[in-house]
């Protein structure tokens, strides 16, 4: 049964001599609270829970918060530091609320005799089951401090690589995004001023203006439409991905077909794969549950499904490198650094090696991505804006040559 969560209440009160005292301090409810206030020597004569601000609250937990808290832990166990200790280390300098909040209730949970691992499993929404295996492997052999250092360094370089995709895919999609934004501004506040000027030319507008103003008229006319449009299809589309097994794999598949951005996917999934097996391998992990958490791990459908299938070929009693092979999936490198391994016995670390060559050459795509689009970008942006221009300017050059 899941223990109450620690909320912050506001008190007042008198202490032994009489003087009025207030302050804050944590407990699961106000008559609890009132005991503890107790004793501490202190009477008190308000308690209520502190109020959460309007604006400026704590922030959410993310993916770094739990990325940096491992590093923590690590490097506080492998200084001698006592487990319970160290979450009381780590609490004390964290200024998230929502982080402090839940590692305390991790220590409270270890405190009274529960085991890490079974109380990470209490909060699935941060630690998942590949981290929680690990734990629960570090602590069976008695080696938790290496297997925490294991999985620091394995988020570290997981969170690197989505840095990474981020921002191959931010910097082009946010471009994208202003141009739109200029385009339409243009055509419903800016074209409509030169429009109501061409009215008194009297004169026959060149067809590449007339075409821009139908375009300006339409616009006018549907913007709401098409922004409304916009957003609905966005919204549509993350909802149909996450309730649609089919629409997800499909997306997934051809995503990777993607010219440029589909190759960096492709080869952030490989990174992935290989870290992942790597960390879990070399935890001590059987290759089959190994592979279960390798799956779980993908990120992607189309690689989800062919690590399930070498997980049955592997069950079966077939080499992992066979395995990979027959799916016809991954690359021809990754192949033979996984047999290589498998034939020295030192598979984790060949899958390290595989991990750190994808790794950074999906570095040095996103590198070449970046220095690619700026000159594409640019030349986009002037011909969607120069366009405009020129076609608004087109009748006041032909009045010139006229007169």
Known sequence: MATAQAKTFIYKGKDKKGKVTQGEIKGTSIMLVKAQLRKQGVIPTSVKKKSKPLFGGSKPIKSPDICALTRQ???????????????????EGTENENLRNLIEAIRDDVSSGLSFGASLRKHPKYFDSLFCSLVEAGELSGALETMLDRIATYKEKTESL????????????????????????????????????????????????????????????????WLIGIVVAFF???????????????????????????????????????????????????????????????????????????????????QLNQALRATGKFPILLLQMTAIGEESGALDEMLEKAADHYEEAVDNAVDNLTILLEPMIMSVLGVLVGGLLIAMYLPIFKLGSVI
């Open 73 to 91: 832990m690590a490097t506080m166990m492998k200084a001698g530091v006592p487990l319970v200790q160290s979450f009381d280390i780590v609490a």
């Open 162 to 225: 989505k840095a990474k995709i981020k921002k191959a895919l931010t910097y082009p999609i946010a471009v994208i995004v202003v141009a739109v934004v200029v385009t339409g501004i243009l055509l419903v506040k800016v074209v409509p001023t030169f429009a109501s000027t061409f009215t008194g030319f009297g004169a026959e507008l060149p067809a590449f203006t007339l075409f821009v103003l139908h375009i300006s008229e339409v616009a006018q006319e549907w913007w709401l439409i």
């Open 236 to 318: 549509s589309f993350k909802e149909a991905r996450r309730r649609s097994a089919k629409f997800e794999a499909l997306v997934d598949k051809y995503s990777l077909k993607i010219p440029i951005v589909g190759n960096i996917i492709y080869q952030a999934i490989i990174a992935r794969f290989a870290r992942t097996l790597a960390t879990t391998f070399a935890a001590g992990v059987p290759l089959v549950d190994a592979l279960n958490s390798v799956a779980g791990a993908a990120g992607n459908t189309v690689y989800r499904d062919a690590t399930l299938k070498v997980r049955d070929d592997v069950t079966t009693g077939i």
